[in-house]
């Protein structure tokens, strides 16, 4: 028996719930020598925003116990050559295409998506309202019910793509915000994007990041999704898609059974490239196994009592 | 071609208190590894410490299917590495980045290695001996901080390049930064500048140095970059250093650029 593990989100159909999460895969061209890119769900990109964008000088990264922080600073060359010298090469993939979107105004949101509607390649968006690292980017939006539903609200407006709400957990309550995009029209909501944290070089007294915080990633943040996760998928009647610290097959199937359809594989492609891949195979065995026949039934199967 | 596989340990050597050496069975890669590029490892296959670990070639040898690392004790993961033991597995991603533009026949090459930059520039030397570069033409500038920190020495008195040595505390050689000496040797006009090809590794304030250095003589000068490199391959955009050209990737553009494009802190 082959286990059926496709997901379906709005009118997209994908072949797996495995997709490598925004900034930690390039535009998929990075990992095509080593990896069969049509094996997995999906890719999404790294945050496009409407005009290039340097970044926040180095150091960007450090490692921190079973994690790792980065302060990017949503570094893109911009949605015109995105369209231009990344599209063509995503657009020859038959895996799902998700653009994840970025901007520092709900102007700036609708005017990427302006840009990109209608062009071939393209599948999803994932709307970016949640990066820890811009000051007045993503995470102003990402922070307050009302902003996220107006910054929501208005990308749905301008587009025919299907949109994936994505959530921070830097936030009071993060079941607000979910309910607050779903009521928006999104058609799935995933979490979460990193954690803000600070790491400190006692040699030189200086932070170890030029931005001085970062991002938290990786499987020190895992207990922290999966609970977050659990909580939006009590709460809302979209696809939920679980991020944060998977790197294997029981660490997706965890998620899954707290409730998520879908699941993102962010650091673990730095730990192991074929991480992703791996965990496809993985669930497939997992199903065979158990016999399970669709991977939809293991959703949100977490038992309480 | 970007390997990635798991290579066999054949031998592990301490060249200091803190300093290994590491060979490892794996055909592919040395046959395909060039001097400039490095090897992406994990420590542990387990997720502390989590990321992979960059080290630039120290040597390959396609006759004997392996390569070798060189890397000093610095912290948990390095720590772990230096505890493995021959018939080990360890998972590789090789070979990673760009590599050193090799100079002409008739060229001279001079090489500036401080402390653990003599590991790339030691495969460098050798690579370019076995393609019969003459090495009278090629001149050595090792500094490290005391005479018991200086590696190799056999293997490279042996070769008949010219070798200058540098101690901070003055132990042997030149007494004093390898920047010191080689400024020295340039303000003396004795390094020949004209048709020849500089490289330099070692610790950032040496590199900031020899980029100075480089600008200021205007030399055709290649320097590889050490840095934390959380993916290897140029996708996460962790690893940046900053040029006249804008930040630049050390793992993917790099780990080799002109001294004179960069903008070390």
Do not use: W
Not at chain 1, 80 to 90: M, Q, V
Not at chain 2, 156 to 174: C, F, N, P, Q, V
Not at chain 2, 236 to 257: A, E, H, M, Q, S
């Amino acid at each position: 028996m082959i286990p059926d593990l496709s997901v379906r989100i709005d009118k997209v159909k994908f072949s797996n719930p495995v997709l490598v999460a925004s900034g930690t895969f390039g535009y998929g061209e990075e990992y095509a020598s080593f990896l069969d890119l049509n094996k997995l769900g999906g890719i999404i990109t790294k945050s496009i925003t409407l005009n290039p964008r340097e970044g926040h000088p180095p150091p960007r990264t450090c490692e921190t116990p079973s994690g790792m922080l980065n302060a990017i600073g949503l570094a893109n060359p911009g949605v015109k050559r995105f369209i231009k010298e990344k599209l063509p090469f995503l657009r020859t993939l038959k895996t799902k295409i998700m653009v994840n979107v970025a901007g520092s105004s709900v102007e700036e949101y609708v005017g990427v998506v302006k840009k990109l509607e209608g062009k071939k390649g393209i599948d999803l968006l994932e709307i970016n309202i949640s990066c820890p690292n811009v000051k007045e980017g993503g995470i102003a939006f990402g922070s307050n019910p009302k902003s996220a539903y107006r910054c929501i609200k208005a990308v749905k407006e301008n587009t025919s793509y299907p949109v994936i709400a994505k959530l921070s957990p830097n936030v009071n309550n993060i079941m607000e915000i979910a309910l607050a995009i779903e009521e928006a029209g999104a058609d799935a909501v995933s979490l979460i994007n990193t954690l803000v944290g600070m790491a400190i070089d006692l040699d030189t007294k200086k932070p170890r990041l030029s931005n001085i915080t970062g991002g938290l990633s990786g499987p020190a943040i895992k207990p922290v999704a999966l609970a977050m996760v659990f909580k939006v998928a009590q709460k809302v009647k979209i696809p939920v898609i679980g991020i944060g610290g998977i790197m294997n097959t029981n660490d997706a199937l965890e998620f899954i059974l707290a409730g998520a359809s879908m699941i993102q594989i962010g650091t673990g492609n730095f730990v192991d490239p074929e991480c992703s891949i791996k965990i496809v195979q993985g669930l497939k065995r997992y199903c065979q196994d158990n016999k399970i026949k669709r991977i939809g039934e293991l959703v949100g199967k977490l038992k309480t009592k | 071609m970007i390997y990635k596989k798991e290579g066999l340990l054949l031998s592990i050597e301490s060249l200091s208190e803190k300093v290994f050496r590491l060979k490892i069975y794996s055909p592919d890669m040395a046959k395909k590894a060039l001097p400039g590029n490095f090897c992406h490892l994990r420590v542990t296959k387990g997720f502390s410490p989590l990321l992979r670990r960059a080290f630039s070639f120290h040597q390959a040898e396609k006759e004997r299917n392996s390569f070798e690392l060189l890397f000093k004790v610095v912290g948990p993961g390095t720590e772990l590495l230096s505890q493995k033991n021959p018939g080990d597995k360890i998972d590789l991603l090789a070979p990673l980045g760009n590599s050193f533009s090799f100079p002409k026949k008739e060229e001279n090459v001079v090489l500036l290695a401080g402390g653990m930059g003599i590991a790339p520039l030691f495969y460098l030397l050798n690579f370019l001996l076995k393609k019969k570069f003459s090495p009278e033409k090629i001149t050595l500038f090792y500094g490290v901080k005391k005479e018991e920190e200086l590696i190799l020495l056999e293997e490279l008195s042996s070769l008949r390049i010219k070798l200058h040595l540098a101690t901070e505390d003055g132990t042997i050689g030149y007494k004093g930064m390898i920047t010191g000496l080689f400024l020295k040797e340039l303000k003396e006009k004795r390094v020949k500048l004209k048709r020849t090809k500089f490289y330099a590794c070692g610790p950032n304030p040496m590199l900031k140095k020899i980029s100075q250095i480089s600008k200021k003589f205007n030399l055709h000068c290649q320097i590889s970059l050490e840095n934390h490199i959380p993916c290897g391959i140029g996708a996460c955009l962790g690893c940046v250093v900053k040029t006249i050209n804008g930040y630049k990737r050390v793992c993917k553009d790099g780990p080799v650029f002109d001294a004179r494009e960069v903008i070390l802190d």
